[in-house]
Every structure is written in C-alpha cells, then in structure tokens.
C-alpha cells in the first residue's frame, strides 16, 4: 500500500475517552473510531488486523476438523424460549420487532441455533462427531461498555459448538478445543494462561477460560508460583484453615450499640477480626440465603450460587428480607436462631471457636458461639481465595492477578439438547440427546489484548502474524528522486513476495514517517536514505532500537530471517 | 475435506417452500437453511462459496485502489436524522433501542455513516481521492422476503463509497468501480449487463445497474435488439408516437354509465383503446398529481415520481382525493376542469387529436378532447417502454426481459456531504462538500444468481472459481481396499496443491456419492473404480456427459489444463 493513498488516521494526542494502552493506541494508530458507546468502526488498519486474527482462528479450528457456519445475528424469540433463556437473559439482550410485531433478539450467542440446526440436520450417531464454528458478530447491551472494543456491545466472537454422541467424545473434542486455542493465542503473539472456571451446576472440571494479565482485567485470577494450577477466583478453591483449640465459652449476648460493620464490632469488642464471623443475607430466586465466613474473609457469590442452584445472578437481600430472617436492622445478623430457607457455612467457620456474630437483635451481638453445639447448616468453600494462601493441587503459595477473559471453552453437556428436544439414534436404535461443548474466542477482544501486551510508548507493536503491513518503506528525504526509486524497486519486490508491504511515499517528513510507522506498529522497517550512494539502507526491528546497515540486495534475505525466526513462511 | 466428517445436509426431495431453481438448489445442496421469514444461515458448503465470492470482491475493489472498514450494523438514530433519513425510510428499517431507551437502526445501508467517518477524519483536497468498502451484513424489513436469500431480510453487501474533490474525480471513480464490478461478475461467472437506472431528483447518467436476466427478475429490462442500449423500465426512455393528422372535433359530453375502465369506455363507444387518455391520480407527500397517458399505455411511477419532486415512494390518489379533484367517482377522472395541485401529460397524448377523456363527473365522458385547446399541463415521458417500440438511442427495436440486480453504482453528489455538513478544504482554502459515488453488490444475492444461471435438473454447476470445492474424488466401491487407497493418494496429492477437494470416503453407493457431487456442483470428478488395474480413472467436469479415461499420473495434469482454461493458477 502507498501511504499517499492510504486513509491514515493517525493521532499525535492522547484521546481523554481512552483510559487503557490498548484502547488509546487503536484510536492513536486509526484502527478503530467510535460509532456510539460501546460501538465501533474498524478502519482499514483494524480490518486487516482482525482479518489476520480471523484466518489464524480459521486455520487453527479447521486442523481440528471443525467446520464454518453462518448463522443470522437475528434470531427468532421462540428458539430462545424453548431453551427457557428468552426471559432470563434480561436487559443485555438486544431485542427487536419486525414490521409484523414478531420478536427478534441480536443474538449475544448461538447455543440455540446451533442446537436446533443440527438437530434438523444430524439424525444418527454415525454421523457425530461434529464440531461447528462462526466467525459472527454478536451483541450484547452492555450496562457497563468499556476500554473500546475490550467490553463493547457490538464485536466479533469466534464461536463454535461440538456435538458427541457420548461423554469420551465430548472430552475428546474439549480438548481439541484446548489445544487448538493454544495454537491460536500463541499465533497472536499472545500469552494466555488456561484457568480453570465455574461452570455452574454442572460442576467439574469442565469450563476452563484463557486468560491474559491485565492491569485492567475485569477478572481475578488465582496462580500457585510453584505449580501450574490457575484458575478464576470464582472457582478456586479455598482451604480452610484450622483454628487453634481452645476451650468452649458459654455464648453470652453483648451490646454493640452503632456497630454494625465487622471493623466497627472488632473494634468495639477490642478482638481480632479474624475472631469475628460475618453473615451476609442473599436473595436468591426469591428465596433467603444466609452466608458465614470469617470477619477478614471475602463471600465468593459464585459458590453461593452454586450451592443455593441459583437459576441466574443473585444479589444482596433487600432491607426488608433482613428484616424478615433477624428481626433486627441490617448489621447485627447471626446464624444463632435466624430463619433462613438455607443457612451456608464456610467451613473455615466450623473449624473456629468462641466466634462473635450477630445476635439478630438490633444493637447486640452474640459472642463465645460455636458451630454444632450453637448452630449448624450447610458446610462448604463460600470464600475467596487470598494472595498468599495455600495452592490446593500442591500446597504452594497462591497469588493474584487480573485478567481479561479471550477465551472460553465449556463442557454443556445436555443443558441445551435436552431443553430444545435435540436427539439422535444411539447404536441401539434409541434416542438420545447430543452431549454438547461450546468454545468461544473474543475476536475484537484478542485484538486489543494483543496490543496490551505489545506495545511500548511510541506506538503498538505487533507480532508478525497479525500485523497488518510487515515491513514499512521509507525514503528519508521524498523530493530525493533517487531514494524515491530504490524505495519504490524495494517496495515492488517485497510486494511481489506476496508480503502486505507499506510503502510510504507521502511528502512528509521523515520524522513523522517514523513516528507513523511505530505509532502503527509495523514490525520492520527499512529506511532508504543517504547511504544508497554505498548501495546500502537502514534496516530496523521494531522491537530493537538499533539500526542495521544492510545492502540494498540482503534486505529480502533479512526479512525472510525475521520470517524463518518467527516460524513463518514467505513465498 | 473427508465427506465422512462433513456436515452434508442435501436433500432428495425438492422443498416446497421454494419457487426458484436457486433457492431450490440452494437448500438442496445443503448451503442453506431458513431461520425465519427471509433469515436464512449459511451451512458449510454456502460459506465457502460465500467466502470466495468475497475474495474476488476483495480483490478487483483493492484493484481499484479501495480500502476496506468494518462498520457497525447499529447505527445510532442521530446519523440519520442528520441526513434526514430517520422518519423516510418507513417500514423497511428494522428500528432497536438500547437499555437506556436510546434509538438505533440496524444499518439498511450505510452511506451516513461513511459519510460522518470521512468527514472526522478527511480535511483537505490533499487527501483525496479516497474509496472506502465494507463487505458486511445488512437488515431490511421487506414486506415480502421471497426466493431464499434473493430477497431476505439480513443479507451480505459489499458497499463502497468514493470521495472526490470534484465532478471529474466522481466520474473517474464511478468509472473505476464499473470496470471492477464487470471483473468481479466476470470472475463470478455471472453474464450480469450494466443497464441505465433511474437516478431519482439527480438526473442524467449518473445511476447504473448490473442486472442479472432471470425469469424471476423482478425488475424489467429494456434492451436495443440493435445497438448496445439497456436500461430499467423505471429509467428507460419511451419515444413518443406521432398521431396521424385529422380535423379537430368539437368537445362533446357523452353518457358512459358504468363504464370506468379504459376498456369499458372503449367497448361502449366502440373505438380503439389508442384513442382513449386514462387519467390516473396520484398522492405525492400529500398533494394530488395527475397522470395522462394514452388508453393503452403503462404509466411510469419513476418518472412521475421525479417530475413531482417526491420525497419518497407515491401511491395511487385514495377514494377521497379522487372525488375532492374530480367532483366524480373513481373511473371518471379527466384533465378538463379537474382541480388537482400538478398535471402530467405524457408526450404522445400531446400529439393525440380528438382523445377520449372522463368528464369530471360520474357517468360521463368527454370526446373530441385536444391538447392545448381544452386543456394544457407539464408535457413529458411518464410511460413505461413497451416491446416493439423504438430504442431511444439507434431507433432499432426494444426488447423487455426480467432481470435481477446483483450490483448498483450511483453518483450520489453532494446529496449527504451537504445535509450532513460532510466538507474538505479545497487547493483554494474554502471550504466545499465531499463529491460522493456509492456502489453496492448484493453478495449472498450474487451467489443465488450465479446457481440461477449455471445448473441443470441434476443440481448446480459452479464456474470453476466460486465453487466451494474444485474436484471431488469418488471411490466406487468403499470396500474395495485398494480403490480407497489410491483415492485417498489422489486426494492427498491435489490437497499438496492448495486445492479444495472432497473425498468421498463415505460407505455409500457409488450412484448416492455420484449425486451429491452433482448436486453441489462440483466442477470436476475423479472416479477411482475397477480401471485402476490397468492405472487408470474417470474424469469428467460437471458441465459434460462424457467421461474420460486417463491414467492416474495424468489427473494433476488434466485439472492444472482446467485451471488454465478458466484462467487461474494453481500452486
């Protein structure tokens, strides 16, 4: 491409709406503007990076035998209320109605279309197994959009399904899965971590996200430095400690006037924190759900979810609900006597004594309180996980980082087939309902992420694959006839070596081509200035500060190093 | 690709929910199926079609030095009400609101949007000419989705829009996009002629269509028997007929109860239809328009439509206004006395003498009505073309044929630059609107037309370049082991040449494997049966009857002679 007739929608300033590296660069550099919140537009640069992205998914899921779709973005309401997620999946959906009022969602996934198409299509076990996959454009109304195209409400998702007639087959293709994920983020230049996720009630070890650290990741993710465990927090398990043994106290009720806060009563009290539980009041489908952890401890909702078969998010109980269990205001809550439709314990709590909760009596609290002999419920891991703890595979310490989910692999098992009646004739003629995997990949998302990983402060710095020119020619002085020619031979060579080449040809100064090019990210460059009279030009990584001085004949041969380097091939 | 893991979905039986051979085809050879009402998804085989349709597209536009974006499908309310295209676009725009209840479109088609991107980021004469495209989904609401995806409601477009700084620039751009739009249905195997189209309030030249002839077209086409001339009937110029020379008669009122139609009238005073004038009413933006053509003459809504000035789609005058203008019921309308806001003769009823028009009152006709001594309006073409008649450009004879428009290139102007205060500075310093083109190519409608124009009653004939797989290597008997050994090298061997090829290893019949492959449309077959003892296979091409025989060493050969033939290269 000549950059004279290039659309080159490079900035010099900072955009204020951009708080991340990755969303100011992809606005700096002229990858993407701004259509609506949350809504993008890809210019060219964005393009044929997203179209590197894509064919990389492509190659990788087809290696596995996986084949492509194209399903509509609009979906029919009906599909969505067979499989009962018409009304649960609540304002994120984008809904619309055609001019004969019939509803329509955006899809912001394809579980039930991809269900219903093979259910139409597959009638037999011979014909499993099979593993079908889009590259489509998905909606989701976002409360929240952010960071660009990291959590935007329209965006490109790779989304694929696989259909097995048993459980082997289904953990045979979730790990074809996996692999082919690793190929692709390692294609991307990108390092994602595989951590173990919830999956909900279906339990085990069957969801799994990759992962990039992120300063600006909207999850936490829980790594043991001496192992190779991770997983989310929300899955991670957490091992209770032991408390020391000591003598059991009589429980006694004390007056806490004005403290409510587990600060406030530790305070009060003048105890440790640690010796105080918390009981913290959910509304779950309608129903109450008590939960104790330690006083320092974090409540980990997902695991409260899980344990109380929530059938969608859960939140905090209204004033009223709290009312209604403690008779108390909110702040003085304990498992001693409330009434609850399900009381959970964590089991750090069962292991401790003389705990001092909640007396369910406005302005008291209970102290000397001990599980068994003063209440009893439901024991399990309801906490998160803290840096420092111990690893649960090996024993090791445990940290945290943030992270940004780009990938998505998840066992469903019948969730979906069973719902939309979606069956096949077994071996013995009977019918059967698909065992189903879904596998996702954040397409936008993976592009941005690559670019929070790859870049310094002059610009992006793309990995070879994706990046959407490989090299970028400049001739330092463009009224220099003779640098103008070499760099335009240079350029129709490398172009004829089937390489996406920059050739940038614009009556700028060469600073600013410079600039441009590592505002862009191009990942070589080969500038062509004075030294032609020695038959020589200047050739730069741009992850290298360094100029090499090159014959003008070798700088093929050095691009194609680059290329042999990064385990790419060049025509 | 192995036929044993492929999601084949053909179907023996035609389905009846479909009219034309392409959507017939089209679901029968398993590239699509209905999701609801005009939303159809792409199975495996449709995709790839679709993708190389794509890629030729890609190709001839980056050719033409046009750069690719991807814009979002929502389109915020605003944009449109700055171009003023919020309120006109009616029924056909699906409309969505987000969570907090602001208003969105779903991207009928895109020109406020390219518009708004280049007036962000293009400032100066200096940075144009520029072609900005998009091949990309699109919604509209049609009130009658029909023949599979030839008219469906979410569809793929290829839209491109140009951006000069004067009138030349538009017209080389327009140029350009017209060689390429000949290249690329050309690649497509499509025999698509560019015909003149109407251009709306415009004028002149400045609107072509590429329309495919198809029997199921439903626009009409007018051909020069003679000359190159071609047009849309909405466009195409009608010569008026000179009438033969006679006396004036004097105007007379006579009694025609119940006779309202031109042929009624015609029968009851016993005369030609050519002698009588129908007078038709129109409602334009709220104002009554009248419409004279001769008895037997069509009138053209286009062209009325431009001579009012119409805002949008006009519609036959209601019972109401026909009787506030006319003082009569409907049948009797006339130009004598009527009272209507605007009154349209067609040119040959200018020539007319002693004409037959209603009376302006129920019951009544006129004879012996003249142009200009009875009554005068605004004198033009307001009819259609009709078979037989003269061409407008060599006066040889017109033919009609059905078409389907698979492309359309259209100067635009300054229509958006200036509603949307859209403006670069010029060489001069000033300040002047974006000079715009836009050109559109329906994409999955082009694949619909290419199966329209190439199968027979065995299935479709893909042309070599678009078809999703090349060859297709059939063992006949699956059993038999060394037949599937040299199929499988076979296969192999044609895979090693970046060729799309299916193997068919499924344990069917050889006559069911046979007709898949006819029905999908593969152009060429090897067939592996009991011949490979004496090394040899059948050859044939979908298009032909007759297999040849060639040795096994000759297959790469005898496709690489295919490949060439067509054109292409093979690795």
């Not at 955006?106 to 219903?116: A, D, I």
């Not at 020391?244 to 429980?251: G, K, T, Y």
């Not at 539980?277 to 779950?284: C, D, G, M, P």
């Amino acid at each position: 491409m000549r950059m004279s007739n290039m659309l080159i929608a490079t900035l010099r300033e900072v955009p204020a709406e951009a708080e991340i590296a990755s969303h100011q660069l992809m606005l700096r550099a002229g990858l993407i503007r701004k259509m609506s919140s949350g809504i993008y537009n890809h210019l060219p640069l964005g393009v044929k990076v997203l179209k590197n992205v894509e064919e990389i998914i492509r190659e990788e899921m087809e290696a596995k035998g996986a084949q492509e779709l194209l399903c509509s973005a609009i979906i029919p309401a009906e599909l969505w209320q067979e499989s009962g997620r018409w009304d649960a999946y609540g304002a994120e959906m984008f809904r619309v109605k055609d001019r004969g009022n019939r509803d329509y969602c955006l899809g912001p996934t394809h579980e039930e279309v991809f269900t219903s198409t093979v259910k139409n299509e597959i009638k037999s076990y011979k014909q499993l197994p099979i593993n079908l996959y889009q590259i489509q454009t998905k909606y989701r109304d976002e409360r929240r959009p952010r960071f660009g195209v990291m959590r935007s409400r329209e965006f490109i998702m790779k989304d694929a399904y696989s259909f097995d007639k048993d459980q082997e087959g289904l953990d045979i293709a979730f790990n074809k899965m996996h692999d082919a994920y690793v190929n692709i983020f390692n294609r991307c230049g990108l390092d994602a971590k595989c951590v173990e996720a919830d999956s909900g009630a279906i339990g085990g070890s069957n969801s799994a996200e990759f992962m990039v650290k992120s300063e600006v990741g909207e999850d936490d993710i829980v790594f043991c430095t001496a192992c190779d465990y991770a997983a989310n927090i929300e899955k991670a398990e957490a091992i209770a400690e032991k408390a020391e043994e000591e003598a059991l106290q009589e429980m006694k009720k004390v007056e806490t006037p004005n403290s409510r806060t587990i600060e406030e009563v530790s305070e009060f009290l003048n105890v440790d924190t640690k010796k105080t539980v918390k009981t913290l009041l959910y509304n779950v489908d309608g129903k109450t759900v008590a939960v104790l952890v330690r006083g320092d401890r974090e409540v980990n909702e997902v695991k409260v979810a899980n344990a109380s078969n929530a059938t969608g998010d859960i939140e905090l109980a209204s004033h009223e609900q709290v009312m209604e269990a403690t008779n108390a205001q909110t702040g003085f809550a304990g498992p001693v006597g409330i009434k609850v439709d399900l009381l959970l314990v964590d089991e750090e709590v069962k292991n401790m004594h003389n705990i001092i909760v909640g007396a369910n009596e406005t302005g008291y609290h209970l102290t000397g309180v001990n599980y068994g002999r003063d209440f009893e419920g439901v024991v399990g891991d309801f906490r998160n996980v803290e840096e420092g703890e111990k690893c649960p595979k090996c024993g090791g310490k445990i940290t945290i980082a943030k992270g940004t989910e780009v990938g998505h692999i998840f066992k469903l098992g019948t969730k979906y087939s069973e719902s939309m009646n979606a069956k096949f004739i077994d071996e013995n003629g009977k019918e059967q309902p698909f065992i189903m995997g879904c596998y996702g990949i954040g397409v936008t998302r993976t592009v941005a992420s690559i670019i929070e990983q790859h870049h310094d402060e002059n610009g992006i710095i793309w990995p070879l694959e994706v990046a959407p020119y490989k090299v970028s020619v400049i001739a330092v002085n463009s009224k220099d006839e003779e640098q103008m020619k070499i760099a335009e031979e240079i350029y129709n060579n490398l172009r004829s070596l089937g390489l996406d080449v920059l050739f940038d040809d614009r009556k700028e100064r060469a600073g600013v081509k410079f600039k441009d090019a590592e505002l862009m990210g191009i990942p070589m460059r080969v500038v062509v200035g004075k030294k032609i009279t020695d038959g020589e030009v200047e050739f730069r990584l741009r992850t290298s500060s360094d100029n090499e001085i090159i014959k003008i004949d070798e700088v093929e041969g050095r691009i194609r190093t680059e290329f042999e380097k990064n385990g790419l091939k060049l025509r």
